[in-house]
């Protein structure tokens, strides 16, 4: 998950209202759909394949930034997993992507007025710039948003080095909330403390964990002022670095050499099985192919590429011959500019395709809590309760919910075109605690909990194809 | 969690018809409730206790199963713990309980007709008699149930070791319901395979993990027949030996020495404070404070006991002053005979105590997925609907349900005393990786999941304070 967007609820009004024919045809099906989701759960828990691929993924390709070599196995990797489904179609679709590089290992040090140096664990912010190969070293000055740096104004923020430090709030009881909150000091930081004369950024990472594994992620420079370079260190680092500020001077000394090395053409990898009655109409299903370099991409996105992939393989293997084209596409370039998400919407709408959901996971491999409906839910709500009476009694425990709510960022370019967006909500309490870094790795994604949401996913796929939308 | 309850429905309609004057009570009040609730979260995500509580518990004490040293210097730890909370009452009851020993490490080793033995990893039940030092050798009969063991009789059984190898299912959603199914070979296999001659059993351990921990747990001996001694063994190691036996004879050897030694006095311990207006009405909320001897009962119960323990601390530090008494009890022996249980429900009816309701927390420190009432769900659902309604504008993604289903063990024996028995329903697709070995430690509990325990306990106590039962 690299940003969270607002949901938009009035296109969606017409979708939802023609639902209200079909709660009463899914009453007489609730033996059938029992059987069918319960079939669906006991297949994904026991017979899937993602978590296998999962772990090739990680294992066999690790990270897989964009435009990099580690993306292009990627690619071939996912479509050999996806043509191992029988009746499946596999291709692929051209993004042209910004290809940004890291360069050396980052330095951060804090260098106080008494005492020795320290070093601070760190990772360039995505699409950052370079300090130059001698690095730069300058006043370092705390802050805790971008308004206060607005107050200091030039006088207190020229020459220095803005480091921003307000933690990521741990009192609220959504972590995406909290990230929602925080994201800024790392998206808008570098430009608005550049605005002042800042002549660099050390940004404190976003999770509500203290310690010493710093978060990358992308920020966006504002086209009329200088661009500076921008670094993330570790909430420990952040921690410590504010402790040392206390009483004294300090400077920092940072050194990257992160730039934007040129263009390159990465592939969305698409898959599908044709629909049975309306093969023009499409269910898509998805997350993001690329990942940052830190790790392995494993819960961001690795989990909801996989994910997506077993809910072709769980249909397909259960015999279930869908009425619609269920389309299964695996987004380049979610992190670090949305290339493969928009191209996909601008070739939709040019080849008059109709979208009518489209489901994204990207919020990590963790146990699924429900979906977000970019829909209003008062309408939308009575179908999907009417789905959790089918699934309740096989599926005791299992409590899935709908809330309205954003979706996903690959999907969003296709609400122009009015297809329902939705977002599996995997629980996010331990999310932060892997996302954009070296930890997020494959022994970090349960097995039950990633196949739990594949077969969430699968179930709703099935009954938007059974009742339509 | 050591075993699984059936809900007993009759005892508790007047219990929920009794809630409905207050569902329109509870409407004028929505406000403050969502101000308070919210409160309750804010405090256990950034303020609570209850991790630092479970981190000295479990590294300053570690495992502590009934009758050991362990187990007093947890009672003295907890107790401490609880007299740090300002206007809380900290006393204990005492409770006689057997006391088990393991005796030396057990060994189990594989020994083929051709090529070499093969070791097992090994934990011998909890309550089995010991092999004597010599340990046992026979050959090994692989069985997947009771029922088989009955069909075999003693004919194919006697003489031999039994090994039990049914895997607890992993298709089910649920890990709870798949320990359910699987249970009986633990807790019942012994006696049946002595019945016809066996001289031990071995037991696949109860996860749906193929790793190599054994898991321990209790098993219950029939009276009219020989004790035999009984051990599991890891999953791994139950995948190799079943697959060693395919084509030859295969022995057993077994050598444990564990054994009752004695009977001892453990104590409960019990915190509360005192109601403002019904002193003599209590609720109850409680975990068990003695463990299994691998690992450091973290999970299991260590996390139950200090959410427990911090609804006291929450309500307090918020300044709630409730009108009912709110006990929180550490029960003793939950795990090898339930005493501690017991003799807590004898004096409450000894001594008049009224329990309105009691809230165990015995499903690991995992993220809360709601509550299971001992009641009917179609009476008191809209209660809790209303509850969840009062949440949700706040704590948007935090979806608790409330379902009809078993509560906890310790909490059982007031049954007859018509309290409303709760369980706090945690996520359970983890649970079983932990439970009862070696792997329950301090670190494998999430701060955030416990906390939202603790604050979804504490939010439930204070709706029932505040709207009575």
């Given at each position: 998950m690299a940003s969270l967007k607002k949901p938009i609820i009035s296109y969606f009004f017409y979708v939802a209202f023609s639902l209200l024919p079909y709660i009463v045809q899914a009453q007489n099906n609730t033996d059938d759909d029992a059987k069918f989701i319960s079939s669906v759960h006991e297949f994904s828990l026991s017979k899937s394949e993602c978590y296998a691929w999962l772990k090739s993924l990680c294992l066999d390709v690790g990270n897989r930034l964009s435009g990099s070599i580690g993306y292009k196995k990627a690619v071939a990797l996912t479509s050999q997993q996806l043509k191992s489904i029988p009746s499946v179609t596999v291709f692929t679709q051209d993004a042209e992507v910004d290809v940004w590089q890291r360069g050396i290992k980052e330095v951060v040090e804090a260098i106080p007025q008494k005492g020795k140096k320290i070093k601070l664990n760190a990772l360039a912010i995505g699409l950052s710039v370079g300090t130059g190969s001698k690095g730069i070293r300058a006043e370092v000055i705390e802050v805790q948003s971008l308004e206060e740096v607005d107050r200091l104004g030039r006088e207190k923020i020229s020459g220095k080095i803005v480091f921003y430090n307000r933690p990521m709030p741990s009192a609220l009881v959504s972590t995406r909330s909290a990230y929602g909150q925080s994201i800024e000091q790392r998206g808008a930081g570098a430009s608005r403390a550049a605005k002042y004369g800042a002549v660099g950024v050390i940004v404190r990472s976003l999770t509500t964990q203290i310690d010493d594994f710093p978060h990358t992620g992308a920020l966006r420079y504002l086209a009329d002022v200088p661009k500076i370079p921008a670094i993330c260190i570790s909430t420990l680092a952040a921690e410590n670095l504010s402790a040392l500020m206390k009483n004294q001077k300090v400077d920092i000394f940072m050194k990257n050499t992160s730039s934007i090395v040129g263009k390159s053409i990465d592939q969305s990898v698409i898959a599908e099985i044709k629909g049975s009655l309306h093969p023009e109409k499409i269910i898509l299903v998805g997350g993001h192919l690329d990942s940052w370099?830190?790790?392995?991409?494993a819960h961001d996105d690795g989990a909801g590429c996989v994910q997506s992939m077993e809910v072709l393989h769980t249909l397909i293997a259960l015999g279930y011959k869908p009425k619609h084209t269920i389309r299964c596409v695996l987004f380049a370039n979610e992190e670090i500019g949305l290339a493969g998400g928009n191209e996909y919407a601008r070739l939709a709408k040019q080849n008059n395709e109709i979208h009518i959901a489209a489901i994204e996971s990207d919020g990590g491999g963790h146990v699924p809590r429900g979906f977000t409906f970019e829909a209003d839910t008062s309408v939308i709500k009575p179908y999907f309760q009417k789905i959790s009476k089918i699934v309740s009694?096989?599926?005791?425990?299992?409590d899935l919910t709908c809330n309205l709510g954003g979706s996903g960022a690959d999907i969003g370019p296709l609400r122009p075109q009015k297809a329902l967006l939705v977002g599996l909500k995997?629980?996010?309490?331990?999310?932060f605690d892997f996302?954009?870094?070296?930890?997020?790795?494959?022994?970090?994604?349960?097995p039950r909990e990633l196949q739990l949401g594949a077969a969430a996913m699968t179930s709703l796929v099935y009954l938007i194809d059974k009742y339509g939308l």
């Open positions: 370099d830190p790790g392995q991409g009694p096989l599926l005791e425990p299992y995997a629980d996010s309490n331990r999310y996302h954009h870094t070296s930890r997020d790795t494959y022994d970090a994604v349960h």
